[in-house]
């Protein structure tokens, strides 16, 4: 097994922390994976994107260049990024709030979800990338969804207790959502 990943969106969507949740969830069933990252020099509003490569096998190659088997895209500035760096076979999760008009590419399949709205009705716009972490999960299998829901208690029970059920909701909406917008 080998999973290509970009998570992209602006700077303050959450980009980085879906790559890191997977990277964390990863090491914790014992498998190998690598972490990129590229991200604008804005604070927040620039575009970012977290590259992930999970595998059970060595990983020779860090990058993912135009041949992700998964992207989120989060905003619309990072959308032609996503649907052009996926390997054709490959899946585009979009957030479909935000972004309105998607193109064709041949041989890519693309989901739209809309992660911010479903966000807001769970409390706040701040988990629509969790919610895209729910649907990523879904389409590929590439890790087990009990472990990332580990990783989020983990990461946000100690932290920030308030915020662990809401991303908990979030990330179950994200799976369920995915597999009615995929068929």
């Known amino acids: 097994m080998r999973t290509k990943c970009t998570f992209s969106g602006s700077g303050g969507q959450g980009s980085a922390l879906l790559a890191k949740l997977v990277c964390q969830g990863a090491i914790k069933q014992g498998l190998k994976v690598v972490m990129t ?11 970012s994107t977290g590259y992930v490569i999970v595998s059970d096998n060595f990983i020779g190659n860090p990058l993912v260049e135009n041949d992700a088997d998964i992207s989120v895209a989060l905003s619309p500035s990072i959308y032609d990024g996503c649907v052009d760096g996926a390997v054709e076979g490959g899946i ?5 709030s935000l972004i309105t008009e998607m193109r064709e590419r ?3 399949k693309q989901v739209p979800i809309s992660a911010s709205d479903m966000a807001v009705e769970l409390g706040s716009v701040k988990c629509a990338n ?6 990523a999960l879904a389409a590929t299998n590439m890790l087990e969804f009990e472990t990332v829901e580990q990783v989020l208690r983990e990461t946000l029970g100690a932290k920030k207790p308030a915020l662990l059920e809401m991303n908990l909701n979030a990330l179950e909406r994200g799976r369920t959502v995915y597999a009615s917008a995929a068929e």
């Open 130 to 135: 969790i919610v895209m972490l729910g649907a």
């Open 106 to 108: 041949e041989g890519v």
């Open 92 to 96: 585009v999760l979009v957030n479909s």
């Open 37 to 47: 990252q590229t991200y604008g020099i804005e604070q927040r509003g620039g575009d």
